[in-house]
């Protein structure tokens, strides 16, 4: 995520001052997300304590200090809304139609996070299901849109290239988005203890990589091959 963030702000001077702006979002993005890791990382630390007596096996201990997963979800809070932002914006759709967008899928990001966050700090399974199923909902609205209501825009992209970049960009946000629900049902299907709790954090490590870095990357060879094709119409003759 840090180096994403690097990457990101490193490349301003590359693009048009009109594609600057959004990775610049995305850099803020990566930060917000690499500030959270951290916590997350802290969090780890201090909850268990990792030992070994007399040169045998490690062991796990609690320290009575809890793991606290809500700095997950205070990162996808800020970061989700921002990154479907981000791909509605680079889709330069009609004024109109991107400030309704942006409203409709920020709302329905947040609530959807906002109704997962509940049942994951729940053991009792059928409380799980019951959040998840409520998350659901405002999710497979943002999936629909992304699947069908941008898939006009995607092929009036300036060049190609472009296009392409754009329909990745669609497909990978749908298949993020879609790892959450099975990472968040784990514990749910009869998973308990670490196992389930080590497939559950790697799940969501893998999943945010995919959303944000590996995302940012193919938003930036959009604005890349977009701000090169403003600077080669700028050289043609009146």
Not at 74 to 83: A, I, M
Not at 141 to 167: N, R
């Amino acid at each position: 995520m840090g180096s994403a963030t690097i990457f990101f702000w490193l490349q301003l001077p590359n693009v048009t001052k009109s594609n600057g702006l959004t990775l610049t979002i995305f850099g803020i993005i990566t930060l917000i997300a690499t500030y959270n890791y951290i916590r997350i990382f802290n969090s780890w630390s201090e909850a268990f304590t990792v030992a070994s007596k007399g040169g045998g096996d490690y062991a796990v201990q609690l320290t009575g200090a809890p793991f606290n997963d809500g700095h997950r979800y205070q990162d996808w809070l800020l970061t989700v809304p921002l990154l479907l932002i981000e791909m509605i914006l680079v889709m330069k759709l009609p004024q109109q139609e991107t400030v309704s967008l942006i409203w409709k899928l920020s709302l329905a990001s947040a609530l959807r996070v906002a109704l997962g966050y509940p049942g994951e700090i729940q053991d009792d399974l059928s409380v799980r299901w019951f959040w998840w199923c409520l998350a659901m909902i405002p999710f497979s609205y943002v999936v629909f849109t992304l699947a069908a209501g941008l898939a006009e825009a995607t092929s009036k992209q300036p060049s190609p290239a472009a296009a392409s970049l754009a329909s990745a960009v669609r497909y990978l946000t749908m298949l993020s988005w879609c790892t959450y629900p099975f990472v968040y049902m784990v514990k749910s299907v009869g998973l308990a203890g670490p196992a389930a709790t080590m497939y559950e954090q790697v799940g969501y490590v893998l999943a945010d990589v995919l959303a944000m870095p590996v995302f940012g990357v193919l938003i930036w060879g959009i604005v890349a091959e977009k701000s090169a094709v403003e600077g080669s119409g700028k050289l043609l003759p009146n």
